[in-house]
């Protein structure tokens, strides 16, 4: 199956803000769960945010009040908006989707999802 394909990171100061981009067409053609994650070296993979295809999202409390998920169906794009970023945001960004999915809402672990892009990197640094 075809990968998703993140887009848009990039080096920002602390307190600028980041809009990310990943073409998950291929998944959206029926029900689906759809998540951000992110992976800082020497860490593991930690949800960011997640949606569904009828719009319900869920956050991390890392991400609550400064991160917003969304979703364009037309376009096959997921989008994750960043801001307030802080040094501790720094990582590696991955999308992620599930194929088909009925949960009511996402659970924001790695092994929920079957289909991973390979990632695009955030640096928050003054």
């Known amino acids: 199956q075809v990968q998703p394909v993140e887009s848009g990171g990039g080096s920002v100061q602390p307190g600028e803000s980041l809009r990310l981009s990943c073409q998950v067409s291929?998944?959206?053609?029926?029900?689906?769960?759809m998540g951000w994650f992110r992976q800082a070296p020497g860490k593991k993979r930690e949800g960011v945010a997640g949606?569904?295809?009828?719009?319900?999202?869920t956050y991390a409390d890392s991400g609550k009040g400064r991160f917003t998920i969304s979703q364009d169906s037309a376009k096959g794009t997921l989008y994750l908006e960043l801001s307030s970023l802080k040094p501790e945001d720094t990582g590696m960004y991955y999308c992620?989707?599930?194929?088909?999915?009925?949960?009511?809402?996402?659970?924001?672990?790695?092994?929920?999802?079957?289909?991973w892009g390979k990632g695009t990197q955030v640096t928050v640094s003054s």
């Open positions: 949606i569904t295809r009828s719009g319900s999202t």
């Open positions: 992620a989707a599930k194929a088909p999915c009925w949960r009511g809402s996402v659970v924001l672990t790695p092994e929920e999802f079957d289909s």
């Open positions: 291929a998944y959206m053609g029926g029900s689906y769960c």
